[in-house]
């Protein structure tokens, strides 16, 4: 080599053969034609060539002149760059030139040479290649380490390189540069700042899309040098996180996109960074945590990532935020779980509790956002998402916000669609998520228009949808109906006849716009306006838009025509389509793309157009229901028995004959139904007879070949059919044939001549067809049926004991069980009853003589003989029969008016009754008779009793149904505000509930002493349990008015014992109480009352003028119980509020006795105790509002009397299971001892024998007036309660069936039926409700708050030893808290209260129900 040197110092150069000297004397072509045959030269020399490598070495010093590197022409710099490039390889590993400055300028040459490479279609582009491959293969850039600049040189290289990358490129070039740059990170010593820029910058997401191929070039980089590069990465992030250098790098501010991609890139990369983002994600700043957030959603929700299982502290650190104060992130966190969800389903797990508390999160986006992850990912694949996440989808369809619901509705509905009607991912997966059809239907029940309207559009187009084939469609809705629950059946029921309503109003606005205009046409129109307005979404602008539509329809005959095809009764599902689209085409514009009146009047059409059953629709439907008669069907395929899917195809052809009579007008119904009628299953027989009734008005004349085999078949059911079948004959007869006389005679004579009382069982059928024929032709028989009456029902029948009752201490027993004389009693009952109801005149005193046996039963406790002969569940039976009857009665005005006010108090004592499930069937009996305003409003009085239930969903209950008809009440008045006359005010107006309700408990048998202060805090409970609701809004000033009316009762003397002293100090106490309340929950009571009150004639003196009654008569002791605070907004949970009855709907025999707390026949409370017919107060489990966890006796409480055998002393047993007779007056003369030793000497031996039986239903024990003293008693929640009420029998159905049923027929058309449809408007009170949760309320997080301005129980509690546990408080405290922050018990408590019973019964017997 020094030789070599030598040769170099002589300046002379060599060329290669064939080439002559290379100067600037030479043209440029010339130039290039010469460096060429250099560089073949060159190319073609190795590294073992000594002897050339010495002969040119001049030749390459030259070459790395200032001359060629400057060189203008681009052809001669490339030429000159292969030949250094080959220099660089033959005399390797020692190059040629030995200053830095010259090496620098060599090396910047090269790399601006490689800018050559970015035209691939350039001529030289080979030459460009053999450049590059020639400087990789060689690694010549290796030697620029020992340089000062070399960080500038390998920056260029490599700026030059991403610059030049493009997609012309082959692999063979990307591969080249990979190769020169990682030699470089790999082999160096370290790697600049600015040279890992270089790199970086290229995974930026704005470079990253303008030069997808630089990216890829990056990418393959990090990942040959991901060892090497590793601690520089970790330097660099190290300084920007840790340290806050911002200043280190440009690219500081895109460190959170680096990460992402190096991590997409390679994960080792990042090992050292990943943990300084735990420590990130608790940074203080915001929006630093933000950007972590959304960092480590995309690397935790990739779809190959891994890093939730490397890198645990980091994947439980990222948990936590979804619990961030900073509202953002929580919202990313959500966002992050539907990837998460569909890309790693084993991380399911830790996102479900993290999940369910952002569904209950106070933001609305939030909530929102939680529903729309788990959809989407359950959209993907059912088996993504667990049941509790499906659960909190489910959950939100009750939120506050319509949004939220909207977005948890619709999610259902298309997961519904998706895996149960299209079945794409097979049963299992239909199984799972069965549910859903059954809750989007109970979300009927909430008042919210918007709910309602979207339930409407889901049935529609996701659970039946109305684009199916006719066949298909009814099959979908046939095994729809067969497996809803007994609340969805009951929702989609009342859907049908809100539908068919709307229909009918919209019907007569058509009849109205067809006559002559004048003023009574305009009011008529108006009030029509308003109904139609109340079915629509936003009332107030729905108004003006009705208004308009109305506009249209007098103008425009087209439309008018059209509407009037879409609401008439023929109208079919395609003709409806194409009416609701003429009709929209006609009234859009294109004009004006947002059209609100467009979009209101198509909510309109929706609601009324028939899309799903039509004359053609129903023929389908019955040849469905004869498949599975036949046994073609697909019944089990579906998951559905046989039976069941007869007995539902039945029970849905009878509630469509009410909503669509004339579809069922063919002669292929008609022949099915009768074959029905012929089958062995009662329940079968029984629907097509109602179908029968509903459908046969133009039978006779259309179809005389149906009536001539029908006839003989009534006629055989109404004498030897069974009970509810002979009923629905007799109904039929009367609605079908125009000679009914005639053919009620043939059956009414044959009956009664057979009527004997040796065979109780064949006598119940001939007394229900009997009944039902007195009530429908009163006049025809009027001779035979009032001796009928008095002879045989009542001497023969009711006045006669025949066989002794089974000994049991039950209070109730199931149907099945109640003996046939029994049946027959309340059959006679009830034939007595309809009998006054067809006649409907009290001329003959009939009337009286009924109320009269009627209060006697109640009297003897049910036993009328008195001769202990009855059972106590034959007694139970009785006394509900007699307590419905009076109800009945009155309905009708000519017997109302001789009920007398004892009649009428003993009668409202049965809501107190012993049995649970005689008080449940009556007050849902009163309830129903108040929501037609049928009933008087002094029976709305009654439920004040029910604060003394002891059972806490029985008091809910009433107070639903409180709530219902005084929110009725109100909507009536509003609507008809027309309304003149003070006599029908008083009827209607709520507040005039408040005299009766004083006067009622003024005569309460267990108001005894005047001063007791238990008393009177008892009758203080019974009065708030009105009060809270009718305060609850203060509208018109009713405060004033409610504390006037007290006011002038003080003035007055009780109208049913004017001149009794004590009766008239009571009366004036029970007013001081209610003033007491009314003075301490309002504070617009001082004001003038709106108007003066009118007080009932029947039950207050007038005033004395000269008589002032300003005495106070309350013991300055009650003054300490009136606690200041506003009531509660009460509010009617819709979910609770089922529908009770529905004009024109029949309900299944198991449905009747269903109420808001205790559907199932599993799952009845223990009786309570009874005296006169009345509980105790102080046995309650506190008051409704109360949020107290029922206590076991394990928690230190004593457990209530009478709920346990064993708890009390042989002798406490004998003494309290006896009881007095029923509504004497003489106890309240009898001191409770003289009483309570009475009764021990009394006890019986052979009720003691008993103890060892079920007591479930037995009668508690009693102290004074048949209850446990107070003192034992006071504050315990009675725990035994539960136990009873799981094991409980069945309620009483048969009878109460076909009384509700009756009802519902005999009302049907009547006008006091349209009363049912008011409801609350829009959703008023849905915020309140957080405030005034239900008692039924069954959430399990949040039990009901306590209720403000009642008096704590907890003060007495203490003195008496039987307060609250402090495990209870707690719970209450926490309950509270969680309300607050998570604003969630409305909605808790609405999902829960869609079930059958109350949250701490259900959560034992829940299961038991659904059975």
């Not at 952002?358 to 933001?363: I, L, N, T, V």
């Not at 018109?1036 to 004017?1058: L, W, Y």
Request: proline share 5%.
């Amino acid at each position: 080599m020094a030789h070599s040197k030598n040769r170099a110092t002589d300046g002379k150069i060599t060329y290669p053969p064939g080439v002559k000297e290379i100067s600037d004397k030479i043209s440029k072509e010339e130039m290039v034609r010469r460096l060429k045959m250099v560089v073949k030269t060159f190319m073609d020399m190795d590294q073992d060539s000594e002897e050339e490598k010495e002969l040119y070495l001049n030749l390459a010093l030259h070459l790395a002149s200032d001359f060629f590197l400057k060189h203008p022409d681009k052809d001669v710099r490339l030429l000159v760059a292969c030949c250094l490039a080959d220099i660089f390889r033959i005399y390797a590993p020692e190059a040629p030139y030995t200053s830095p400055d010259k090496l620098k300028d060599i090396f910047m040459f090269i790399t601006r040479q490689l800018k050559g490479l970015e035209d691939t279609k350039s001529a030289q582009f080979n030459r460009y290649f053999y450049l590059l491959e020639n400087i990789a293969w060689v690694k010549s850039y290796n030697i620029c380490f020992e340089l000062e600049d070399s960080n500038e040189i390998f920056t260029q290289l490599y700026r030059t390189l991403f610059q030049v990358i493009n997609n012309g490129h082959n692999q063979k070039v990307h591969m080249h540069m990979v190769d020169l740059m990682s030699s470089i990170i790999c082999e160096g010593d370290s790697v600049s700042q600015e040279l890992l820029d270089t790199v970086l910058v290229n995974l930026v997401p704005a470079h990253k899309n303008l030069n997808k191929q630089a990216y890829d070039l990056a990418k393959a980089l990090l990942k040959r040098t991901a060892q090497a590069i590793e601690p520089y990465i970790t330097n660099f992030f190290n300084q920007v996180l840790m340290l806050g250098k911002t200043s280190v790098s440009d690219l500081s501010e895109h460190v959170f996109d680096l990460i992402l991609e190096l991590y997409n890139i390679d994960s080792h990369l990042l090992l050292s960074v990943l943990p300084q983002l735990e420590f990130k994600l608790k940074s203080n700043d915001n929006d630093e945590r933000l950007q972590v957030v959304k960092l480590l959603a995309k690397m935790f929700g990739a779809k190959d990532s891994e890093l939730a299982s490397q890198n645990k502290p980091l994947w439980q650190c990222y948990l936590g935020r979804f619990n961030d104060i900073h509202v953002p992130i929580r919202l990313e966190c959500v966002k992050f779980a539907s990837h998460c969800l569909m890309n790693h389903p084993d991380l399911a797990k830790d996102l479900t509790e993290y999940l369910k508390v952002r569904s209950h999160d106070p933001e609305e986006a939030i909530r929102h956002d939680v529903i729309v992850s788990i959809v989407t990912a359950s959209k993907k694949d059912l088996s993504l998402v667990n049941d509790h996440l499906l659960n909190f989808v489910r959950e939100r369809t009750l939120d506050k916000r319509w949004r939220v619901r909207k977005e948890a509705m619709m999610g259902l509905a298309q997961i519904y669609k998706k895996y149960s009607l299209q079945a794409e991912a097979g049963k299992e997966a239909a199984k799972q998520i069965s549910w859903i059809k059954d809750k989007l239907l109970h979300i009927y029940y909430q008042n919210s228009i918007d709910d309602r309207l979207l339930v409407e559009r889901i049935f529609a187009q996701y659970m039946v949808p109305h684009n199916l084939e006719t066949t298909e469609r009814m099959k979908c809705l046939y095994y729809l109906y067969a497996t809803l629950d007994s609340n969805a059946v009951k929702a989609l029921n009342e859907m049908w006849k809100c539908q068919n309503m709307l229909r009918h109003h919209v019907k007569d606005l058509l009849d109205l716009v067809k006559q002559p205009k004048s003023d009574s046409y305009n009011k008529a129109v108006f009030s029509k306006v308003m109904v139609i307005t109340r079915n629509l979404p936003d009332p107030g602008k729905a108004q003006d838009f009705v208004k308009k539509l109305v506009q249209v329809l007098e103008e425009d005959e087209k439309i008018r025509k059209q509407l009037e095809t879409l609401v008439s009764p023929s109208c079919s599902c395609k003709q409806a389509e194409v009416c609701v689209k003429d009709i929209t085409k006609k009234l859009g514009s294109p004009k004006q793309p947002s059209n609100p009146f467009l979009e209101m009047v198509k909510f309109l059409l929706e609601r009324i157009a028939p899309v799903h059953i039509d004359t053609e629709s129903i023929s389908a439907l019955i040849k469905q229901v004869n498949k599975s008669i036949e046994g073609t069907a697909d019944d089990e395929d579906e998951g559905v028995p046989t039976e069941q899917a007869i007995r539902a195809g039945l029970e849905l052809l009878k509630v469509l004959s009410f909503t669509h009579p004339v579809s069922f007008h063919s002669a292929e119904t008609f022949e099915s139904l009768l074959g029905c009628l012929k089958m062995d299953d009662e329940k079968v027989a029984e629907a097509a007879l109602q179908i029968f009734k509903n459908t046969g008005g133009k039978l006779e004349e259309s179809f005389p070949h149906i009536k001539s085999v029908l006839l003989p078949v009534l006629q055989h059911k109404a004498k030897k059919g069974p009970p509810r079948q002979a009923k629905y004959a007799i109904r039929c007869i009367h609605a079908m044939f125009s000679n009914r006389d005639t053919h009620f005679a043939q059956i009414f004579e044959p009956l009664h001549k057979s009527l004997d009382t040796e065979n109780m069982e064949q006598l119940i059928t001939p007394l229900t067809t009997l009944g039902h024929l007195a009530m429908l032709a009163p006049e025809q028989f009027a001779g035979p049926l009032k001796s009928l009456v008095a002879n045989f029902i009542v001497k023969d029948l009711l006045m006669n004991d025949r066989i002794p009752g089974k000994k049991t201490t039950k209070l109730w027993v199931p149907d099945d069980e109640v003996s046939p004389e029994t049946l027959a009693k309340i059959q006679g009952i009830k034939l007595m009853v309809r009998w006054l109801l067809g006649v409907k005149n009290n001329q003959s005193k009939s009337g009286n003589s009924t109320l009269r046996m009627l209060t006697a039963i109640l009297n003897s406790d049910g036993d009328l003989t008195e001769q202990g002969k009855m059972g106590k569940p034959d007694m139970s039976r009785l006394r509900l029969a007699a307590g419905c009857a009076v109800l009945r009665l009155a309905q009708e005005p000519c017997y109302h008016e001789i009920i007398t006010l004892e009649q009428f108090q003993l009668c409202a004592l049965v809501i107190n009754d012993e049995c649970y499930q005689v008080r449940q069937a009556f007050a849902q009996k009163l309830h129903k008779g108040l929501c037609r305003l049928r009933l008087p409003l002094e029976y709305l009085a009654v439920f004040a009793l029910c604060a003394k239930d002891p059972v806490k969903e029985r008091r809910a209950h009433a107070h639903q149904c409180l709530v219902k008809n005084i929110n009725l009440r109100r909507e009536y008045l509003k609507q008809h505000a027309a309304i003149s006359g003070e006599e029908k005010l008083i009827s209607l107006l709520p507040e005039y509930v408040v005299p009766y309700a004083i006067h009622l408990l003024a005569h309460d048998p267990d108001y005894v002493k005047v001063q007791d202060i238990e008393q009177l805090k008892d009758i203080k409970e019974a009065l708030w349990f009105i009060l809270e609701i009718l305060m609850a809004k203060n509208e018109n000033n009713s405060h004033a008015f409610i504390r006037k009316m007290v006011e002038n009762i003080k003035q007055t003397k009780d109208g049913q014992c004017p001149d009794d002293a004590k009766i008239n100090e009571k009366l004036y106490t029970v007013c001081d109480v209610a003033m007491n309340i009314v003075i301490s929950k309002s504070t617009t009571y001082s004001l003038e009352s709106p108007k003066d009150p009118v007080l009932p004639a029947r039950y207050f003196t007038q005033p004395d003028k000269n008589f002032s009654n300003t005495k106070n008569y309350l013991p300055p002791e009650m003054k300490a119980f009136f606690t200041p605070g506003k009531p509660k907004a009460a509010n009617v949970l819709g979910a609770v509020n089922k529908p009770l009855s529905a004009t024109g709907k029949q309900q299944t025999k198991l449905s009747r006795m269903e109420t808001i707390s205790n559907a199932s026949s599993n799952s009845n409370p223990s009786s309570p105790g009874r005296s006169k017919g009345r509980l105790d107060v102080s046995e309650k489990d506190h008051s409704k509002n109360e949020d107290i966890s029922m206590k076991s006796p394990s928690e230190g409480e004593k457990p209530s009397r009478g709920r346990k055998r064993g708890a009390a002393s042989s002798q406490e047993d004998k003494a309290q299971e006896s009881k007095p007779k029923r509504g004497r007056k003489k106890a309240a003369n009898t001191s409770t001892d003289d009483a309570e030793e009475q009764w021990g000497e009394d006890s019986s031996m052979a009720e003691a024998s008993m103890e060892t039986e079920d007591e479930q239903n037995s009668p508690p024990k009693r102290g004074r007036r048949g209850r446990p003293p107070k003192s034992a008693t006071k504050d315990e929640t009675p725990s035994k309660g539960r136990r009873g009420r799981r094991k409980a029998a069945p309620p009483p159905e048969e009878e109460n069936d076909e009384e509700q049923e009756e009802e519902e027929e005999e009302e049907e058309d009547d006008a006091g039926s349209e009363n049912m449809e008011v409801k609350p408007k829009g959703r008023r009170g849905r915020k309140p409700r957080v405030e005034a949760s239900e008692a039924t309320s069954d959430s399990v997080e949040s039990t009901p708050q306590k209720r403000r301005g009642r008096p704590p129980k907890s003060q007495t509690a203490a003195r008496k030893g039987g307060g609250r546990s402090r495990a209870a408080v707690s719970q209450e405290e926490e309950s509270e808290e969680e309300m607050e922050t998570s604003q969630q018990s409305e909605e808790e408590a609405e999902e829960e209260q869609l079930q059958d019973s109350s949250p701490k019964v259900r959560r034992k017997s829940g299961r038991r129900d659904r059975r």
